[in-house]
């Protein structure tokens, strides 16, 4: 049976060599000396071809120093060729399952890379239209206390907290300013004017009479009594008019103590100084 070399590198088969090497170059191979011309019958796998050479793996110990025999002729057995292709084969499928394999397993790994790259970038984008909604809902937040806060504003023009007060006394039947009481003013003023924030602060400023003498009488002194500390206020201390409350006399009503007697009735001539706070100026409505 003939066969090209260019199929004998891969196969498996069963060789015969004639032997034709010296005895003097096999002879340093200590394993088995073969006689020059001693034909030798070899049984291995034939697992390398370069040009004439044959590289045989067998069971045996023979040959020179580098593992060779010279050989006249090889013979291959028919039955060992057909085991020897059909091992080609199976090791060409092997190789070629294994190629796939191996294309199939870098595919796997860049798509897995890919869905990775993938499900960063939605991570990311997710993170930004978070970030995104979270700023407009802050937004939207300070919108509605602004809102909120115009309208408490606009809602609580008419309110006010009183901040502190004082009561400025008179004698009876008069509406002029003692000395005593004007000093008091000025405490008053020294103290306002020390205060921070100041902005939404405004002065009520009413007046009031004990019961000598008729209703109508006592309504315009308690009037009148009001106007004179309204003018010592504007003509000392530059109060400005837009912060002053509308004024008003009370007369006889609304006493704070019995008129009665001497003592109640001193208490009930007076005017009341009032500093308050607007809430809806102030935004504390």
């Known amino acids: 049976m003939r066969i090209s070399r260019s199929r004998l590198a891969g196969l498996l088969a069963v060789t015969f060599f004639l032997l034709t090497a010296s005895v003097g170059a096999l002879a340093q191979n ?88 993938q499900i960063a970038e939605n991570q990311a984008l997710t993170a930004q239209a978070q970030a995104s909604a979270d700023a407009a809902n802050a937004r939207a937040a300070e919108a509605q206390k602004a809102a909120d806060r115009a309208n408490n504003r606009i809602n609580g023009l008419g309110n006010y907290d009183q901040i502190r007060n004082w009561t400025i006394y008179f004698r009876p039947g008069s509406a002029v300013l003692s000395l005593a009481e004007k000093q008091k003013i000025d405490m008053g003023v020294v103290w306002v004017r020390a205060q921070p924030n100041t902005d939404a602060w405004f002065v009520s400023i009413t007046g009031f009479a004990d019961t000598r003498g008729n209703t109508a009488y006592n309504r315009s002194l308690s009037e009148r009594r009001a106007n004179a500390v309204i003018g010592y206020l504007v003509a000392k201390h530059n109060l400005p008019l837009t912060r002053l409350i509308q004024p008003f006399g009370y007369g006889e009503s609304k006493p704070v103590a019995d008129n009665t007697t001497a003592e109640g009735r001193a208490k009930n001539r007076r005017v009341e100084i009032k500093i308050l706070q607007n809430k809806g100026i102030s935004g504390t409505n």
């Not at 010279?70 to 059909?86: C, N, P, W």
Request: charged share 30%; no cysteine; proline share 2%.
């Open 30 to 117: 200590p394993a088995q000396m073969v006689p020059n011309g001693q034909k030798l019958k070899i049984q291995g796998i034939v697992i390398d071809r370069n040009a004439d050479l044959f590289r045989v793996r067998d069971t045996s110990n023979v040959g020179n120093s580098d593992g060779q025999l010279v050989a006249k002729t090889v013979k291959f057995d028919e039955q060992d060729l057909r085991t020897a292709q059909a091992l080609q084969q199976t090791d060409e499928m092997t190789r070629e399952n294994a190629a796939r394999i191996a294309a199939e397993e870098k595919a796997r790994k860049e798509e897995a890379q890919k869905l990775a790259g």
